[in-house]
Each structure stands twice: as C-alpha cells, then as structure tokens.
C-alpha cells in the first residue's frame, strides 16, 4: 500500500494511487485490531495470528515500520494510525527487555486483571535474526524529527555492546538472554549502519557499512562467476535499504513519505 501510494504519488501515476488506498482500507478493516490493554495495531496478516482462548495475538516488530505508521497516517487522519504508533512504541520497548528486538512477540490480556503483558511464544522460539534485523533498520531510517524516535533507539539498546564486542551484529539472538555471536551475512551490518549512525556511533556505523560493501563485492564475484553462481537475495535486499539510506540515497519524512534527492532538484527553464 506504501509502495504504490508513494510510485503514484512521484511518478504521477493516479491509477497506483487508487490501488494502494483501495489497499489500506481493506488492511484497516481486515488486518487492524483493537487490543484490550494496548490499544490498536497492525497483525502480520488476516488470519493465524489471534486465539481467543486465552486471549493472545502475535506481531512480527519488523513489520511495523513508524515510518509507515506515519504515513498511513496522514493519508487517513481519521483512522487509528497515530495511536497505533504509540502501541507500537509499546511493543518495541516491553518486547526487548535486554534491548534485543525479537522475530515474534505475543502478547496475552488477562480479562480477570484487565491487564496484558507481552511474553515469548515456544512454539516461535525466543531468538532475534532474520526478522528482528530489520526493526534496527528501520529505527534508523526513522525522521529525527518524530516524537517516538528516541524512544524507539532506547528500546534496542542491546545491540550496540554486541557489535562493539564481536566486530558484526550476531546473526542469531537469544533475546531473553541478549547473547549470541554466530557470524552474519553482510546484510546484517547494511541493516544497523543507520541504526548506529542514529544512535551517535557514526564510526561503528561506517565500519559495518564498510564490511557490508567489502562482503558484498566478494559476493557479486561469485554471482557473476560461471563456476559458482550464486545470488544472497536476502543480503542484496537489506544492504539496497540499508547501504542507500546510509549513503543517503533516499530518506523518510516526518510524515512518512520517501525523500529522493533527484526527485527535490527542479531546473530553470530558459
């Protein structure tokens, strides 16, 4: 919905405009909840993701970008979006307790207490990786002028010491814990450079952007090699969002929508 509001919108295309709206009111009538204790928020999709008995729904925090929240926001003012970026917030901060953010959360309300608390399913498993990267990714790429910015960096403070210690962030993270240190690929150090930059390590942040671009040259020798072709499309995807934001190829406003240096230029005409 973001994608093709935003294509339609640059590119002057009203007919991706009209889809991507047709799209946020079916998501805002199928995929939007209201969650007693917390309030409302987006789930991962329209079904397999709320019981009733008990009462539990489960989010994936790499799918909420505040950015979008944002975004969908001023698109509908009248919607639920701003307050679903304070839920939001809430999520991040009370799924990390050792500032590690997590694959998948849940989150239980005792009807009895009228009370809920967010807790680790087993059946998800307990470990932040190929998910939970992107939530730093994201954190980062976040306008440093929204309210909730601050909050949101505060709520991942775990990740810092680990990279500081290991050279890399770990590819697997027992959340519970905040321990690990399996070797990541190099989409992992694309996706926090902006994340460390946000949070004033500007020299941590062009160390990983650094092994990020060293790896991934290594990496398309091989793809282009006839003898051992290979193509890490997870890798190429996350250093595209990490790298360019990092190079400061695109960012995000304050309202959301994406920024394009050749798109702000305009020329006289003579």
């Given at each position: 919905?973001?994608s093709?509001?935003e294509?339609g919108?640059i ?22 909840v209201?969650?007693p204790g ?6 991962p999709?329209?079904?397999?993701f709320v019981s009733?008995?008990p009462?539990i ?11 979008h929240l944002?975004?969908?926001q001023?698109?509908n ?13 809430r ?13 998948w ?5 005792n009807a009895?207490?009228k ?12 470990l932040?990786?190929?998910?939970a990267?992107?939530?730093?990714l ?8 929204d309210?909730?910015?601050k909050?949101?960096?505060?709520s ?11 050279g ?18 190099y989409?992992?150090?694309?996706a ?12 941590l942040?062009?160390v990983?952007?650094a ?6 040259s ?27 934001f990092?190079?400061k190829k695109?960012?995000f406003a304050?309202?959301?929508k994406l920024e394009?240096?050749?798109?702000q ?6």
């Open positions: 919905a973001y093709l509001m294509a919108r590119w002057n295309r009203n007919d991706y405009t009209a889809s991507g709206k047709a799209l946020l009111k079916t998501i805002e009538v199928k995929e939007v209201d969650v917390l309030g409302p928020m987006l789930l999709g329209e079904y397999g009733n008995d009462q729904w489960e989010f994936n925090p790499s799918y909420v970008p505040l950015f944002r975004y969908m001023s698109i003012p009248s919607g639920q979006w701003a307050q679903m970026s304070l839920s939001t917030a999520l991040m901060r009370e799924a990390s307790p050792k500032g590690i953010a997590p694959n959360i849940a989150y239980r309300f009895y207490t009370s809920g608390q967010f807790f680790i399913k087993t059946e998800r498993g307990d932040g990786s190929y998910d990267i992107r939530v730093y994201w954190a980062g790429a976040t306008n440093i002028q309210g909730l910015r909050d949101l960096l505060n991942l403070w775990g990740m810092e010491p680990l990279i500081k210690t290991l890399y962030p770990p590819e697997e993270i027992i959340v519970t814990q905040g321990k690990g240190d399996r070797i990541s690929p989409g992992f150090s694309a926090v450079a902006p994340f460390l930059d946000a949070t004033g390590n500007a020299e942040a062009q990983q952007h092994r990020a671009k060293a790896m991934q290594e990496a398309l020798k091989k793809s282009n090699s006839k003898e051992s072709p290979v193509f890490f499309y997870y890798d190429n995807i996350l250093s595209l969002f990490g790298m360019g990092f190079e695109y960012k304050k309202d959301g394009l240096p050749w798109n230029k305009s020329c006289e005409l003579r």
